[in-house]
T-cell receptor, first 113, second 113 residues
Framework: NAGVTQTPKFRVLKTGQSMTLLCAQDMNHEYMYWYRQDPGMGLRLIHYSVGEGTTAKGEVPDGYNVSRLKKQNFLLGLESAAPSQTSVYFC????????????FGQGTRLTVV | AQSVAQPEDQVNVAEGNPLTVKCTYSVSGNPYLFWYVQYPNRGLQFLLKYITGDNLVKGSYGFEAEFNKSQTSFHLKKPSALVSDSALYFCAVRVGGYNKLIFGAGTRLAVHP
């Protein structure tokens, strides 16, 4: 089992460029999440999905879009990257019947210059 | 507002000594509380959780945590620290539905030989 896999692991973008981060999980989890991690701020929820074809906004959704066309995949898009989006992005997933214990990917370190 | 606070940016402890990493929370209703650990360049790993029942919960790698409802705290503890315990520790609380989590800012634990 690979668990939760994120691609790419590192990326440098220029301001205004777009990109998509891919998250794939092989545990048949219903719920998936995108968080960003910034120093001194912990992890903050960007968007989440409770099932195939559904998405919802989290705490810091502005500047991001998401899609979940397949149950195992959750994509995070940046349409026009800004330096404020420089961060480490983590994808996570949980069981529907779970109580909150999440499985995390290894992260994507994104730098916007 | 619902929140999690980790009052210490860093905790230093000598190998073999007991360690405590502090966490306090503010949520409505009964809290579902979690501790996660992050090793360098890795995603977060679930350590333990409190849902209900015994106030002392045991988790992975010899860690335990004590839930105190009157003090709204959920401190992480270990009787004897190891150098390999050095990592970033996050306290989290489940909020709303769909297993969404709010994280504290994190506490860096440094265990010295």
């Amino acid at each position: 089992n690979a668990g939760v896999t994120q691609t790419p692991k590192f990326r440098v973008l220029k301001t205004g460029q777009s990109m998509t981060l891919l998250c794939a999980q092989d545990m048949n989890h219903e719920y998936m999440y995108w968080y960003r991690q910034d120093p001194g701020m912990g992890l903050r929820l960007i968007h989440y999905s409770v099932g195939e074809g559904t998405t919802a906004k989290g705490e810091v959704p502005d500047g991001y879009n998401v899609s979940r066309l397949k149950k195992q995949n959750f994509l995070l898009g940046l349409e026009s990257a800004a330096p404020s989006q420089t961060s480490v992005y983590f994808c996570a997933s949980t069981f529907l019947q779970g109580q909150g214990e999440a499985f995390f990917g290894q992260g994507t370190r994104l730098t916007v210059v | 507002a619902q929140s999690v606070a980790q009052p210490e940016d860093q905790v230093n402890v000598a190998e073999g000594n007991p360690l405590t990493v502090k966490c306090t929370y503010s949520v409505s209703g009964n809290p579902y509380l979690f501790w996660y650990v992050q090793y360098p360049n890795r995603g977060l790993q679930f350590l333990l959780k409190y849902i209900t029942g015994d106030n002392l919960v045991k988790g992975s790698y010899g860690f335990e945590a004590e839930f105190n409802k009157s003090q709204t705290s959920f401190h992480l503890k270990k009787p004897s620290a190891l150098v390999s315990d050095s990592a970033l520790y996050f306290c989290a609380v489940r909020v709303g539905g769909y297993n969404k989590l709010i994280f504290g800012a994190g506490t860096r634990l440094a265990v010295h030989p």
